[in-house]
Structures are given as C-alpha cells and as structure tokens.
C-alpha cells in the first residue's frame, strides 16, 4: 500500500515517496478514463492504493496489478477497484459497481508521457479564441510523443490542414468526432478503423507552431466544445448476480484505503 500528496505533480510524489515509477504509471492507466494527469492535478490532491509486488526467488522484481486505489483531486475522492466479473469481463470499476472504463480516455497522451518526468515546468495550455468560438487543449510535450486516439472510431481525415499542420481527424460516432494537429508524423491513414488507445501519430511543431506540442478539439454535434467538461455516462454495471460478490470483495479494500 503506498500514497502520497501531490506538490509539484503526482509522479513527483510517487518518487519523494520511493513508490516504483513502473506501479505509478500503472496506477495512473487504472485512472485514464476519469483523469487527465497533465489538466487536472491541483496542489493538495492525495492519492493512495494497494498493488502486487512480483517476487522471484526472494528478490523483488515488478509491480503486478493495481487492485484498488483512490485519488483526490480537488476536493472529490475517485475510486477504483479491480474485479474480474467473469472470465470475459475484469477491469476496474467504482465503488458503486460501475465500470470506469468509458468511451473516451481523458487524454489523448499517456501518463508516462505528460509525467514530470518526461516534461518540465507547466504542461500545459488552454487556448480559447472568443472571436472565432474555438476551443481546444494544447498539450506541450516532447517531439515525436505518441498521440493516441481517445477512442474507438474511423480516420476520416489524416494529411495536411494549414494552420493545424499535419492533423488527423476520427468519427467516433454520429455525435463525436475529435481531432489532433501540429504531428511530426501519422501512424494511421483516412479510412482506417482505431480502437481507443491506439497510436494516430507522433506530437510535432507542424502548421501555425511555436513548438512541440498536441493541439486537441472535441467536436459534438459540428460544434467545438471544451473536452474537460464533457460528462460522458459511466460504463456498463457489473451485472445483478455478481453484486454481492463484488461487494465483499472490495471491503477490505475499502478498510485499507481508510
């Protein structure tokens, strides 16, 4: 079991705290779907979880699984748990039961890749142009960064668009569409099936750029919104039968994360 406060940013804390940066990034992936790590942190969140450690011979070797976690951030306590319903559906759900898997990752770069780590200083910008409506997140990180899609869907677009440099453009479903520009390179093509997660490109300074960075939109409806404040409905529910069952295996999980 290991927690720790964030001051400067939660990988920071997990090393002042001799937590194996390999347990903090996976920790952060249980958590990919309810937090942005570069956007959300404040000074004062605390975090805490329990998770396997690998042992061969003796010597500790890995982190295993993250089995149950929270994280605070800003005030509101988020939670997870670890459960395998059944052998086709195990992943982490909440307190309440739900799968925290959703139908968009928070960020459309990874953990390990916005950490303090991996970038210095503020991570990040948030570009609201009042005359033209635009909204978008920029995120800054090193160049050639994976960028990955924050969703399932289909390339509509992957090429050249002025300003944006090299942008690619995904349909994820007659409401949605999201789209990320200024890449170095692409790694999917326009027609092209994505699954959420998978790499669509590599972060760059293309287009209207003053340096390495992303630059994220999230469309609803041909309209450009702020992804941040976009609730999407929470995963499937671990089914009525199983209930119980998950119940009484989170609460002692729930009594060492007190």
């Known amino acids: 079991t290991k927690e720790g406060e964030v001051k400067s940013s939660m990988y920071?804390?997990?090393?002042?705290?001799?937590?194996?940066?390999?347990?903090?990034?996976?920790?952060?992936?249980?958590?990919q779907w309810t937090i942005d790590f570069a956007m959300d942190p404040r000074i004062g969140d605390k975090f805490k979880f329990i998770y396997e450690e690998r042992y061969l011979d003796g010597k500790y070797v890995m982190p295993g699984k993250i089995l149950a976690?929270?994280?605070?951030?800003?005030?509101?306590?988020y939670e997870v748990y670890y459960f395998k319903e059944t052998e086709d559906n195990a992943g982490y759900f909440n307190a309440k039961g739900n799968s925290v898997q959703k139908m968009f990752l928070k960020a459309p770069l990874a953990f390990k890749y916005i950490s303090s780590g991996f970038t210095t200083g503020r991570r990040y910008v948030t570009a609201f142009n009042v005359s033209t409506g635009h909204r978008a997140i920029d995120?800054?990180?090193?160049?050639?960064?994976?960028?990955?899609?924050?969703?399932?869907?289909?390339?509509?677009?992957?090429?050249w668009n002025g300003p944006y440099g090299n942008m690619v453009k995904i349909r994820h479903n007659g409401t949605y569409k999201t789209q990320y520009g200024h890449m170095s390179r692409f790694a999917v093509h326009k027609g092209a099936k994505v699954k959420q997660g998978d790499i669509i490109g590599y972060v760059g300074s293309t287009g209207f750029s003053t340096g390495a960075h992303l630059h994220f939109e999230l469309v609803k409806n041909g309209v450009k919104i702020n992804p941040l404040k976009e609730i999407?409905?929470?995963?499937?529910?671990?089914?009525?039968?199983?209930?119980?069952?998950?119940?009484?295996?989170?609460?002692?999980?729930?009594?060492?994360l007190k």
């Open 12 to 31: 920071a804390a997990a090393l002042e705290n001799n937590i194996d940066e390999r347990a903090i990034i996976a920790f952060a992936n249980a958590f």
């Open 139 to 159: 995120y800054a990180a090193k160049y050639g960064t994976p960028i990955r899609s924050v969703g399932d869907g289909t390339v509509i677009f992957a090429g």
């Open 69 to 77: 976690g929270y994280y605070i951030n800003n005030g509101k306590r």
């Open 232 to 256: 999407l409905p929470p995963g499937k529910s671990i089914k009525k039968e199983n209930r119980d069952r998950f119940f009484a295996k989170i609460k002692k999980w729930q009594k060492a």
